[in-house]
């Protein structure tokens, strides 16, 4: 298929040519979630004029982006994730037009110079070859043609009278149900198939039945019995058949009659290069001219298009990925909840302000994190901490730090670390440190008490709801292995019975 070669030669050549760009955005990737980031410069490319189009919201909304990137800008993370989808995308394409291209390049031709066929040495059998043929009087259709293989001895020929008289008795009526009642068109085989027997229909009837089993008494009203006569040859073994049968009028096609000429030509061929290697097809029956060419293949075509779907199913399971991701942090958000709060008023409760306890928590965790990170190999090659060790409530507690540090007010602040949670639990323990603020810390341990009671509340039942789910989804696999059992038990027991 040319196009698929094209496609992936585009590919290709793209790829080497923005090899040569190095985004430094792209200079510490994380492997394990971005495989295909050899890709990227091209994808980089083509993300770019997707935004000069205003279509960039296509690979996933900023604020879900910044959500599971906080230490990351809204931008990066979004040319990040586009690229992501661009590369995958790319790379399906790319793997189909490959096996699309090398499936066709692999594929045998059957047509050797568009009119031999190869014959099958002596005892591999005949072999079948499905062709489209082109003709004045008739449409292109698909013809089947059964070259014979060479011609091999000693066969059991009583064997094969009985089978090519019965298949004959099964194929004769064709379409009509009974013998004693022929109005279609019959059917008289010039070969009985596997077998290597050929079939010569007489002209004892000619005046009823053309050669191609075409009825040809539409000048009688009245039924005619009719007794067919063949002569069945295999090689030089020659024997009669009859077959009795009543008929009426048919319809003959222009269609039928050349049908039948090409088969009787074929056949000629067929026995005429019995020991030449090569086929060699008619280009015209009764001057009529015939173009062979193979049925069309549409595999690679069906298989092309499917690699296409494949790639556009990609942009919206990637978009899945991330609120996969989003529903995962915010249910690690809610599990340290309760231990942000505990850890805020333990401090408090210490003499520290809200604001030193804040940064007191953010420097623990940043002290966990250093800890973690002489520990991963990965780290020390100079690449990022695993997401693993992430926990994206103290990250955005660092966020707000850092805006403390940079003279933002304190109250603004907590409002924004609210908001840029989007979970309710941080909305309200951002709220209730900037009521503290503006009408001074009295009360503000009893407050955070209740809620820390609330908190630990609400976690023993999310896990209790965890529990249950993963109880529900064991069921399945705990009743196929009790039917299973039951199997086992009642099966030999029900066999040991004699009835």
Known sequence: MFISLVVLGLIVLGVLI????????????????????ILYPLSSKLFAFVKKTGKQGVFGAEDVLREIYVDEKPEISLKKQGCKCIASALAVIAATAFICFAYTYSKESLLIDAKYLRRNQAGAGSKKYDLMIKAEVTEKLRYTIDVSEQKLQGEDFERLKTEAAYYLDKRVLCGNKSADCVRDKIELPGEIPGTGVTVKWGDDNSWFVAVDGTLKNEEYSDPVPVTLHAELTYYENVWDYYYDLIIYPPIITEKDIFLNDLKEKLSDIDSETQTEELYELPLSVDEIDIGWEEEEDNTVRNFFIMGLLAAGIILPALKKDL?????????????????????????ITAGMTCRAAWEKICSDYRRSIEREKSKDEAVKTGKKKKAGNRRYAYEEMIISNNEMQLGLPEIKVYERFGTRCSVPAYNRFGNMLARNIKR????????????????????????RKKGEETGTRLLIPMFGMLILVIAIVVVPAFSSFSF
Request: net charge negative; with cysteine; glycine share 2%.
């Open 18 to 37: 923005c090899s040569k760009d190095k985004d430094p955005v792209f200079t510490e990737l994380d492997p394990k979630e971005h495989p295909l980031r």
């Open 323 to 347: 609120k996969d991701k989003q529903k995962k942090r915010t249910e690690q958000m809610m599990r340290d909840y309760p231990d942000i709060i505990s850890k805020f008023i333990m401090l």
């Open 440 to 463: 001074g810390s009295a009360g503000i341990i009893e407050i955070l008490e209740s809620e820390a009671k609330e908190s630990f509340a609400e976690r023993r039942e999310n896990v």
